[in-house]
């Protein structure tokens, strides 16, 4: 794509459109000249260069990296307009576009039937799945495992309902046993599932927790924000395919929330949430005298928490997946690529003197340490913090992250190691880039540089 050639192409539609309903005075008070205009945008972009290149593969630390072009040209077209897509009269054509795309999502999920929307961040989307299930079980709890992501306890402050935190096991994953202990306390209304923890992409076993709901009268609700078209490589051939239980039965789920903002290509913020059952629309009733007023059809803003909503990110998501829709011909190539990267750099890892690898890659997120002259937690901590800082601050940069593990996961999967600390950092390489694949066997190296130092 000429990415120049589509944003004046983009102007000029809006342009042509624009001229359609009669020209008219604009008003002085808002009157920029070019110069005055030239002065503040070179400040500005000057000051945008104060960040990381989470375009480049060199760039594997947090969950980052630019838009498609597609869904750059899709937001800034409908942006000219800048439709509201709460209400039908606020944003017709964008609303159905929503209407269009999140189908797709319910789809590649395996819903029958749905109710969903777009939400401005994966945050949002959590608080409005359990919002709903307080709805539905006002006397009772969530539970969610420690290493879910921190919204959904945030969340329960927020909605005033008690919070269950789940230890997890050796690799991250919500503990069944532990689960049950606490449902059988009755306190328990919803179980949050996550499919690919912010930490480590692992997979909690969504298949497993279905005979716990049964057992106990529980919603489940997934969490995919992160890993959600994931499920686009459940049962594919190839290394980067992906075991099908805990995917296929994601439809089965009360909820989803998934993030089109990370795998699926768009800008911030673009969430997403999905109910099975379409009648949860009845929480949402409210009555606003000043809109719905243009349509007998359902305005997404009476399925919706949030109010005005940005239409043009509908619009990307639209005109993104026209192009590169969520299959796994489609979209399912990009994430295949980020899976054989990650797979690749754990086995180059294994075979190194200078870097142990923390545990296996369930998706895209690889976790390892540097190799320290005394194997204790302490130093393990020092030299990953070393390395981190070290990479981004030299004249051939390199961008990871750091996870803190406690001491008991940490000892438990490296046995060998020496225990003097509560816990240590290693280091955690996100590749949701497809072009990490090309790049891995650098950053190994690269790593490995640092590590040796």
């Not at 070019?34 to 990381?52: G, P, Q």
């Not at 909820?255 to 997403?272: F, N, T």
Request: aromatic residues 8%; proline residues 6%.
């Amino acid at each position: 794509m000429d990415l120049n050639a589509w944003l004046a192409t983009a102007v000029a539609s809006n342009a042509d459109w624009v001229k359609r309903f009669g020209p008219y005075q604009a008003h002085p008070a808002l009157a920029v000249d070019d110069d005055r205009f030239a002065a503040a945008f070179e400040v500005f972009t000057e000051r945008l260069k104060d960040n990381y290149p989470f375009f480049h593969p060199r760039y594997a630390g947090q969950m980052l990296k630019p838009p498609h072009p597609a869904a750059v040209v899709g937001y800034l077209t409908a942006m000219l307009i800048n439709p509201n897509n709460h209400a039908l009269d606020g944003g017709p054509a964008t609303a159905e576009m929503e209407r269009e795309a999140v189908q797709q999502l319910a789809t590649m999920f395996g819903y029958d039937t749905h109710l969903g929307h777009l939400t401005t961040s994966g945050t949002i989307a959590n608080l409005e799945a359990l919002f709903v299930a307080r709805e539905l079980h006002p006397d009772k709890g969530v539970a969610y495992s420690t290493e879910a992501h921190y919204t959904h306890g945030r969340m329960c402050g927020v909605l005033g309902v008690e919070g269950h935190p789940v230890p997890v096991d050796d690799l991250g994953r919500i503990d069944l046993d532990a689960l049950e202990r606490v449902l059988r306390t009755g306190r328990v209304g919803t179980v949050v599932l996550t499919a690919g923890t912010t930490g480590l992409g692992a997979v909690e076993p969504i298949h497993e927790a279905a005979a716990l709901r049964e057992r106990y009268g529980v919603r489940i609700h997934v969490d995919a924000a992160y890993g959600g078209f994931f499920t686009l490589l459940a049962g594919a051939p190839g290394p980067e395919g992906l075991p099908e239980e805990p995917w296929r039965a994601i439809a089965e789920a009360d909820s989803i929330v998934v993030d089109p903002h990370k795998h699926g290509l768009q800008p911030y913020g673009c969430g997403a949430v999905l109910f099975r059952d379409p009648s949860v629309g009845r929480f949402y009733l409210h009555d606003s005298p000043y809109t719905y007023f243009t349509s007998e059809e359902l305005h997404l803003g009476e399925i919706s928490l949030e109010c005005s909503r940005a239409g043009a990110a509908a619009a990307a998501l639209w005109l993104t997946f026209q192009l590169i829709p969520p299959t796994r011909e489609g979209l399912g190539q990009s994430l295949a690529a980020g899976r054989r990267a990650a797979l690749r750099w754990a086995e180059l890892i294994e075979g190194s003197e200078h870097l142990e690898l923390y545990q296996a890659p369930e998706l895209d997120i690889v976790s390892y340490f540097p190799v320290t002259e005394a194997a204790t937690l302490s130093q393990i901590d020092a030299a990953s913090n070393r390395v981190l800082q070290e990479g981004m601050t030299d004249g051939d940069p390199v961008f990871v992250s750091t996870l803190r593990v406690g001491a008991d996961r940490l000892t438990a999967l490296h046995p060998k190691l020496v225990r003097d600390a509560d816990g240590a950092r290693v280091l955690r390489s996100v590749l949701m880039k497809p072009e990490s694949e090309g790049y891995v066997d650098q950053l190994h190296e690269r790593l490995e540089r640092l590590a040796r130092t």
